[in-house]
């Protein structure tokens, strides 16, 4: 998928957390991804991993250098509806799942009561605003209407996107579950929409101006230009939108399991992750212990918002 072109990718520990495309899948088919090793006294280990997009070469880079350097032969289990891969982690139908970021893992524990934990971090992907009329923020009109997207996980993040652009103040600075209910003042008229409207409701002239997620972006083809601002990938407000691989929390602290998760940094899977989206990933390496601190600080987050 494709999206207006993002700042270089940066790497870094996040400073944000001493201090958050949209994603996951009715369950699919077993993608069994297997090669050949020239060690075949390597004891074979298969671990299955649930995803929502088994058919991008770059697994099948990352599959083929699992089972050279590690002896691990992996299993990818591809999901088309998002609300399976964590059922189906819990149900050791899986041994992990890379589909989610914070935010949304924090939100199924709290609702399903799990404690599924992040073990590796992978990339960011910014949420940007998109006008066709106007070149930045301040130029929009007073009053002017900006479409969001109205289910719970993008609204907070489209909120946070307006509040950094200057058009709005939240609530006690905003999180990751604030919604429209906690705005205190703003510049301009937020119109939530279903997520596949926003870039519709832009190009109708309905609106001044939408958050627009990268799939819909890419499906409307808008232009890279039209993109006016976009959060910052290492800002605070965009920590927990860090997509992660998730195992069960027995198995957190599995080697096999964090090689795995480190094994995603490899230059040459960061390359074919970077061809299939078009380039807009923000690659991040953050530490398991500082993933789950931030788990368990988006957690509360959404305890305190009644999820």
């Given amino acids: 998928m494709s999206e207006p072109q993002l700042p270089a990718r940066r790497r870094s520990r996040w400073p944000w957390i001493a201090a958050t495309v949209a994603v996951v899948a009715a369950a699919g088919v077993a993608i069994a991804v297997v090669t050949t090793s020239d060690d075949e006294s390597t004891e074979a280990k298969t671990v299955r991993i649930g995803v929502a997009d088994a058919a991008q070469p770059y697994w099948r880079t990352y599959a083929d250098l699992a089972k050279q350097r590690l002896g691990v032969t992996v299993e990818l289990v591809n999901f088309n509806d998002y609300s399976q891969p964590n059922p189906a982690l819990k149900e050791k139908q899986l041994e992990l799942n890379q589909f989610q970021h914070i935010q949304y893992l924090a939100n199924y524990n709290v609702t399903a009561k799990d404690d599924l934990q992040p073990i590796g971090s992978t990339a960011v ?151 299939a989206n078009g380039g807009v990933a923000v690659l991040r390496t953050v530490s398991a212990a500082d993933l789950q601190a931030l788990l368990a600080k988006v957690q509360d987050q959404a305890a305190a918002a009644g999820r």
Avoid: M
Avoid at 147 to 156: E, F, S, T, V
């Fill in 125 to 275: 992907y910014p949420l940007p605003l998109y006008s066709l009329k106007h070149k930045a923020p301040s130029e929009l009109p007073a009053n002017a209407k900006i479409a969001i997207p109205n289910d719970a996980i993008n609204q907070a993040r489209g909120l946070l996107v307006l509040q950094a652009a200057g058009l709005l103040t939240l609530k006690n600075g905003g999180t990751a579950f604030s919604s429209t209910a906690d705005v205190e003042s703003t510049k301009v008229e937020v119109v939530p929409l279903d997520a596949s409207q926003t870039a519709n409701a832009l190009q109708s002239g309905s609106v001044a101006a939408s958050i627009v997620n990268i799939n819909y972006a890419t499906s409307a083809k808008l232009p890279k230009e039209a993109a006016i601002f976009q959060d910052d990938p290492a800002s605070a407000s965009a920590a927990p939108y860090v997509n992660i691989f998730a195992a069960r929390a027995a198995d957190k602290d599995d080697p096999t399991y964090l090689k795995l998760a480190e094994l995603y940094h490899d230059p040459a899977v960061e390359q074919g992750l970077q061809e």
